[in-house]
């Protein structure tokens, strides 16, 4: 027994018609989402903590601000939800040994990176219901799949997301509505600059080796990752030819995975 359902959008070319809810946008791999889903004719909503840097994101592409602390349950109630494309990206980080992880640290980067786009798919998926077609894409990381010392929350989340997503893909099949998480290793964003000092610290090196020594170290591909590759993928995910890929988790980790 086959389900008919409206046609999608034209593909990645052509996203006219439809919207889009990027979290973090404010730079980054979310900025980069942004602009590539923009670019592809989709009016976005670029959601950030940071209010300047949302309002100049938004500018630049001609889409539309939300200044928000994903913490704030009342606040993503308030969000549209006429939204075709959600892509959760925000995430934080911090870098200490179990023993000497704050607790309240450890919840917040729950709220923010495993909560908040579980509020963000309820929000949005009654509108790709209805609309027979949906893209959910999760900006997860290879630590989804892999862990790290000094990284127990950040871990956590990443699996946690994995999982959501998973779910969202079983439930919204159904319906047209693909969920997947794209896994990149160490992107040139402000969040892997952070990391920096606390690396060069934890490893008794200095900060310009951090990248080679411990970034790259499993990575066949002895690069950063700009945000934009990453953005390559989520509007592919977006397009023609993804219908029937849902519930995956896509590596953009230069190998390190195949280990």
């Not at 964003?189 to 008794?204: F, I, K, S, V």
Request: with cysteine; hydrophobic share 40%.
């Amino acid at each position: 027994m086959t389900t008919e359902f409206p046609e999608p959008p034209t593909g990645f070319t052509d996203l006219s018609g439809t919207s889009a809810l990027v979290t973090g946008a404010g730079s980054g791999i979310g900025f980069a989402c942004a602009k590539r889903l923009a670019a592809a004719g989709c009016l976005v909503h670029l959601l950030d903590h940071d209010e300047r840097a949302a309002v100049a994101a938004a500018t630049e592409v001609d889409g539309r601000t939300h200044v928000l602390d994903l913490r704030d349950e009342s606040g993503i109630a308030r969000l549209p939800t006429d939204v075709d494309i959600l892509v959760n990206n925000a995430g934080i980080q911090h870098v200490a040994p179990i023993q000497e992880f704050p607790t309240e640290v450890f919840a917040h980067i729950q709220q923010v990176m495993v909560t908040a786009p579980f509020l963000l798919m309820r929000h949005c998926l009654p509108h790709m219901y209805d609309r027979g077609w949906g893209r959910i894409v999760n900006i997860s990381s290879v630590h989804g799949l892999r862990a790290s010392a000094g990284k127990s929350a950040y871990v956590a989340a990443k699996h946690a997301l994995e999982g959501l997503s998973k779910v969202a893909a079983l439930e919204g099949g159904p319906h047209g509505v693909t969920s997947n998480c794209v896994d990149p290793g160490y992107v040139r964003t402000p969040l892997l600059e952070g990391q920096l000092a606390a690396q060069a610290r934890d490893n008794g090196i200095a900060e310009h080796e951090v990248a080679d020594r411990v970034f790259l170290r499993h990575s066949a591909i002895k690069r950063l990752i700009e945000p934009e590759e990453v953005a390559t993928v989520v509007g592919w995910l977006c397009g023609p030819g993804s219908d029937y890929l849902t519930g995956a988790s896509v590596p953009i980790d230069g190998a390190w995975t195949a280990r």
